[in-house]
């Protein structure tokens, strides 16, 4: 099968820190190239691939205050859109502008919807749905379906497993990992560490500078509060698999929560707030406990620490591997492209 594949172009792919959706989108390339078919990634031209790299974007937006992400993604995705017709179909990762362009695309456009950002998007999904080329939306979880959308598939995401050593032996720490903002409730992880006694690893970007000033840098002090900062790669996988669980009290609906299935990959359980996709991927009492608020979070911080990390690291194996996700995808391009057609050959 020959396929194209759009990234988003704020982060590099695979991002170096903060990038949800390039990393996503970059284990899927990886794995679909690893499993034999012919890709090309659309991403920004820093990106590191085995698939054929195409990039009009030098570096992610994000990174570089020379760049404009709305003119970028524009460019990205018309440079993408004008080689369509090579492809047996497009995958985007880029929400909804690619839909919005409807007809114009030149081979069936599937969309992975990374997170259902509000109604003020539906035009845009509602003309993709209306031709019969572009109406192939996949959900990340089965919470994040919208309820006036059609779906094709909900495909969790997966984690390259490879990247995450499971530990046995902790400490007391807890930690909370992602951006910092009041979604994602740093304030509320501060609050559950002081109550229980344990100190606290803050890792993440800075999505609001006004919150972290206020509510979160008065508490770090470097030995109860330490804030790690942006991290990746062995760092990440290295403080994931050290902490006694990972702390995940949002304060929105979260589509997924990648950051959660990386840390049941070390081993580690996670106690998040019961909001989103959080019910549908933690198994409550074997991986982690989904709560209602920080009451129930400063109770279940003792109840994680008797569950067994082996167990936890084989079920985040189980579900979240990254060939799952592969076959799972290629059963939507399938159904895409129709099981008894051939896909075109150049």
Same mark, same amino acid.
């Given at each position: @099968?020959?396929?194209? @594949?759009?990234?988003?172009?704020?982060?590099?792919?695979?991002?170096?820190?903060?990038?949800?959706?390039?990393?996503? *989108?970059?284990?899927?390339?990886?794995?679909?190239?690893?499993?034999?078919?012919?890709?090309?990634?659309?991403?920004?031209?820093?990106?590191?691939?085995?698939?054929?790299?195409?990039?009009?974007? #030098?570096?992610?937006? $994000?990174?570089?205050? &020379?760049?404009?992400?709305?003119?970028?993604?524009?460019?990205?995705?018309?440079?993408?859109?004008?080689?369509?017709?090579?492809?047996?179909?497009?995958?985007?990762?880029?929400?909804?502008?690619?839909? $919005?362009?409807?007809?114009?695309?030149?081979?069936?456009?599937?969309?992975?919807?990374?997170?259902?950002?509000? #109604?003020?998007?539906?035009?845009?999904?509602?003309?993709?749905?209306?031709? #019969?080329?572009? *109406?192939?939306?996949?959900?990340?979880?089965?919470? %994040?379906?919208?309820?006036?959308?059609?779906?094709?598939?909900?495909?969790?995401?997966?984690?390259?497993?490879?990247?995450?050593?499971?530990?046995?032996?902790?400490?007391?720490?807890? @930690?909370?990992?992602?951006?910092?903002?009041?979604?994602?409730?740093? $304030?509320?992880?501060?609050?559950?560490?002081?109550?229980?006694?344990?100190?606290?690893?803050?890792?993440?970007?800075?999505? %609001?500078?006004?919150?972290?000033?206020?509510?979160?840098? #008065?508490?770090?002090?470097?030995?109860?509060?330490?804030?790690?900062?942006?991290?990746?790669?062995?760092?990440?996988?290295?403080?994931?698999? &050290?902490?006694?669980?990972?702390?995940?009290?949002?304060?929105?609906?979260?589509?997924?929560?990648?950051?959660?299935?990386?840390?049941?990959?070390?081993?580690?359980?996670?106690?998040?707030?019961?909001?989103? &996709? @959080?019910?549908?991927?933690?198994?409550?009492?074997?991986?982690?406990?989904?709560?209602?608020?920080?009451?129930? =979070?400063?109770?279940?911080?003792?109840?994680?620490?008797?569950?067994?990390?082996?167990?936890?690291?084989?079920?985040?194996?189980?579900?979240?591997?990254? =060939?799952?996700?592969?076959?799972?995808?290629? $059963?939507?391009?399938?159904?895409?492209?129709?099981?008894?057609?051939?896909?075109?050959?150049?």
């Amino acid at each position: @099968m020959k396929i194209g @594949m759009l990234a988003p172009v704020a982060w590099r792919t695979p991002p170096e820190h903060y990038g949800p959706w390039e990393r996503v *989108a970059g284990l899927l390339t990886e794995g679909l190239v690893a499993a034999g078919h012919e890709v090309t990634l659309f991403a920004t031209g820093d990106s590191i691939t085995t698939a054929e790299l195409d990039a009009v974007v #030098p570096r992610g937006y $994000a990174e570089d205050d &020379s760049l404009d992400g709305r003119v970028q993604e524009a460019l990205h995705i018309a440079h993408a859109l004008s080689r369509s017709a090579e492809f047996d179909l497009i995958h985007s990762h880029l929400d909804w502008l690619p839909l $919005a362009l409807g007809g114009a695309w030149r081979a069936p456009l599937v969309t992975t919807v990374h997170g259902f950002s509000g #109604p003020r998007i539906l035009p845009a999904y509602r003309a993709g749905l209306a031709d #019969p080329r572009t *109406a192939h939306l996949v959900a990340i979880s089965e919470t %994040d379906r919208h309820p006036s959308l059609d779906y094709i598939a909900t495909v969790h995401h997966g984690i390259d497993l490879d990247e995450f050593t499971a530990t046995t032996a902790t400490g007391d720490a807890l @930690m909370i990992l992602g951006r910092i903002h009041p979604d994602k409730g740093t $304030a509320d992880a501060i609050a559950i560490a002081r109550a229980v006694g344990r100190p606290l690893l803050i890792a993440g970007i800075i999505h %609001d500078q006004r919150y972290f000033d206020e509510q979160v840098a #008065p508490h770090v002090d470097g030995d109860r509060v330490r804030y790690l900062g942006s991290i990746g790669g062995l760092e990440r996988n290295r403080t994931l698999g &050290s902490v006694s669980a990972l702390l995940h009290p949002i304060h929105f609906d979260e589509p997924f929560g990648l950051s959660v299935v990386e840390a049941m990959a070390c081993g580690t359980p996670v106690i998040a707030y019961r909001r989103g &996709s @959080m019910a549908e991927v933690i198994d409550d009492g074997v991986t982690g406990f989904s709560v209602t608020g920080i009451d129930e =979070a400063i109770t279940a911080v003792g109840h994680a620490a008797a569950l067994d990390r082996r167990v936890v690291r084989a079920t985040a194996e189980r579900r979240f591997g990254v =060939a799952r996700m592969v076959e799972e995808y290629l $059963a939507v391009y399938r159904r895409v492209i129709g099981a008894d057609v051939e896909p075109i050959t150049r």
